[in-house]
């Protein structure tokens, strides 16, 4: 087994040939990114949505290989990491793996910044200088722990969600593997794709945000209704750019897609063996 290493400006070329993906069966891929949305936004069941997400996303970038491959993308796909024959089984090492490092993560976070200051703080109460200075310093601990971890984790699973859906020969532990392997390779383009998400996201949490306080005005009840279909909107948003991306990704680093860009169109190309 092998994987592939790119340019570095192939990590904004996967969100735009994700997408170029996306518009040629608009309405479907639309229709899969608002079902994921609306379970997503609602309350209770946004934290299952949580740690199944990688299951949805595997949904999505079924979707995408389908429609590359000729088959025009269905909205029930959205479900295709759950209903494929075998697929939750290979997708569900990733779903524990994600859970666990993140549980880590808010676990090292509460240990170094403190449970009872943030206790306080929630309750209202108005920390002295040398309290705010103390948990500044925890915050700023945590967060040279979390942002490395965390983007590794990221990073990651970005690969190994697509390999595990689309590879049936592959186990979940299997394609975390190479997944890993083919990271460190392809670093370059990852951080490009890293600074594309960012200003993305930007964009889109202004945009939430005029609305967030626009629907503020309208009172606490349609206030709370305005905030969940704000929260639906970024979370199809976000499905509808990350998944068919992923699915690039992959595709172009373990050579899952013949259609993928080659080693002429993508920059430097060497073939790494997977451990």
Known sequence: MSHRKVGAGRGAGWIVEGFDVVRQNFGSFAGIAVVFGAIGALPLLNLVVGMLNHVFYAGMVSATRDQVEGRPAQIGQVFDGFSRPGAFLRLLPIVVVNVVVSLVLLVVFLGLVGVQPLMSIMAGNEPSQ??????????????????????????????????????????????????????????????????????????????????????????????????????????????????????????????????????????????????
Request: with cysteine; glycine share 10%; net charge negative.
């Open 130 to 275: 040398a309290e705010t200075m103390a948990l500044l310093a925890g915050v700023l601990k945590a967060m040279v722990v979390a942002i490395p971890v965390g983007l590794l984790l990221w990073w990651t699973l970005f690969l190994a969600t697509p390999l595990a859906m689309l590879d049936e020969s592959l186990s979940g532990w299997t394609a975390i593997r190479r997944a890993f392997s083919a990271m460190w390779a392809n670093i370059g383009a990852l951080i490009v794709n890293l600074l594309c998400w960012i200003v993305i996201g930007l964009v889109l949490t202004i945009a939430a945000g005029i609305v967030g306080v626009l629907g503020g005005l309208l009172g606490a009840g349609l206030g709370l209704v305005v905030q969940i279909v704000v929260n639906a909107v970024m979370l199809a948003v976000v499905m509808i750019l990350v998944g068919p991306s992923m699915y690039r990704a992959a595709s172009e680093i373990f050579e899952l897609d013949p259609q993928a860009p080659t080693a002429a169109s993508s920059g430097p190309d060497e073939t790494t063996a997977a451990f």
